[in-house]
């Protein structure tokens, strides 16, 4: 869950840097000319392509590689205790269609939103929404944020890809931080609702289980809400919050775990100077934040309580009543929270480990595996695949955009009198 503080600090291209600060590209919706004078003034930002490594595919392998290590790892703890394997097949044909169909709407539902938000926050700062920039920018976001440890790659791509399409790069950080800021308040929100009305879940799980998960779980929240808590510090007591940052950095540096004292305390002040910038400019668009907190929150807590809808689709759970789906998700956060701290992209490994055993409260053997990973296909690989197609996508029309360019170029040439 941890998110990257490095937004936007790069090197920008001489053609978005002629941006204006409310400028919108030419593939935005149109709008009605008040709408666009009304836009948010936005401070620019310089940003620049992230850089390329040489050996960026070893990457990818390894990730591959991890991804069937923890499929591998899933199957072995959830069939150890199993009596009888039952194929994909023979599930599928036990399964209960309307829940499965439930499930399916439940996953759109969830990617529609999350590329909406984007959609909105758009319409918040330019004036203009850009259905086509939102949906790319979104899932462009999940996919880096899916490849790269502790989720950092995926704003800085973002930012840039932004960049790219004509937007200023004042704009660009501003759309990326307000969704960063606004959904992780939501997340934050919605987890501990989850985990404070539902402690009673982890009952079902051996005693080990229970203590190891309940530990981790509330560890994370914790860890998970110091940036949320500093930041609101800063705002309502800043001089107590100088000081008590100057403090813990100081005490840093002296064991040698902060290297550069003046270097970090600015980026704390820079997080706080964007958090503010970013609910100023929401601030003047209530109805679209509203609208974007309302959606942020059915994401999240849909995403939390996707495994109870996809349990009941394979017949593994027999339990009805909304009870069960609170506890699923509230058994979901402690997982998810539980291994926040895992450095492997999008946690894998970690995430099916801990996840097939938390589960193990409620399905077990061949269920819960297919199960576990329909989840983790829904919640994970899903992203991965919808990122590599946009990426491939923007590759091969660059390249067809390029010959077109050429061709025309040669036969505005071939046209010149001699």
């Known amino acids: 869950m941890e998110e990257n503080e490095n937004l936007g600090t790069n090197e920008s291209s001489e053609e978005a840097a002629e941006q204006l600060n409310n400028e919108v590209p030419e593939t935005a919706s149109a709008e009605p000319a008040e709408q666009t004078q009304t836009a948010p003034e936005v401070p620019e930002v310089e940003v620049v392509q992230p850089k390329k490594r040489k050996y960026g595919w070893v990457g990818y392998v390894l990730l591959v590689a991890v991804i069937c290590l923890s499929v591998w790892m899933m199957l072995e703890i959830v069939m150890v205790d199993a009596d009888e394997y039952k194929s994909f097949g023979e599930l599928i044909a036990a399964s209960d269609w309307r829940f499965a169909l439930i499930s399916l709407a439940v996953l759109l539902v969830t990617l529609i939103c999350i590329a909406l938000e984007y959609v909105v926050i758009i319409k918040a700062v330019t004036g203009k929404a850009n259905l086509r920039a939102g949906i790319k920018v979104a899932f462009l976001g999940k996919f880096y944020d899916n490849v790269t440890p502790f989720s950092t790659g995926g704003q800085p791509m973002q930012i840039y890809y932004l960049h790219k399409k004509g937007y200023s790069g004042g704009v660009s950080s501003a759309v990326v931080l307000i969704k960063y800021f606004v959904w992780m308040i939501c997340w934050l929100l919605v987890s501990l609702l989850l985990m404070a009305c539902n402690v009673g879940v982890l009952d079902k799980l051996d005693h080990t289980y229970k203590v190891l998960l309940l530990s981790l779980g509330w560890v994370g929240l914790g860890i998970n809400l110091l940036l949320p808590l500093m930041v609101l510090l800063f705002v309502v007591l800043p001089k107590l919050a100088n000081k008590l940052a100057s403090g813990i950095v100081g005490v840093g540096a002296k064991i040698r775990i902060v290297k550069d004292k003046e270097k970090t305390l600015g980026k704390a002040k820079k997080v706080v ?20 907190v309302a959606m942020c929150l059915v994401e999240v807590f849909l995403s939390f309580a996707f495994p109870y809808f996809i349990m009941r689709a394979y017949s593994g759970i027999t339990t009805e009543g909304i009870e069960t789906m609170f506890a699923v998700a509230a058994l979901n956060t402690y997982v998810i929270l539980g291994v926040a701290l895992i450095p492997t992209p999008g946690n894998t490994g970690a995430m099916e480990g801990v996840g097939a055993l938390a589960f193990s409260a409620f399905v077990t053997g061949s269920v819960q595996f297919w199960s576990m990973f329909t989840w983790r296909f829904a919640v ?12 491939v996508f923007e590759f091969i029309r660059k390249i067809v955009r390029s ?16």
Not at 380 to 391: A, D
Not at 403 to 418: D, N
């Open 273 to 292: 100077s964007d958090f503010r910038n970013s609910f100023a400019i929401m601030s003047r668009r209530p109805a679209l934040f509203i609208l974007l």
């Open 380 to 391: 994970y690989y899903i992203y991965i695949i919808i990122g590599l197609g946009i990426t």
């Open 403 to 418: 010959r077109r360019q050429k061709k025309k170029e040669q036969a505005e040439e071939a046209a010149k009198p001699e």
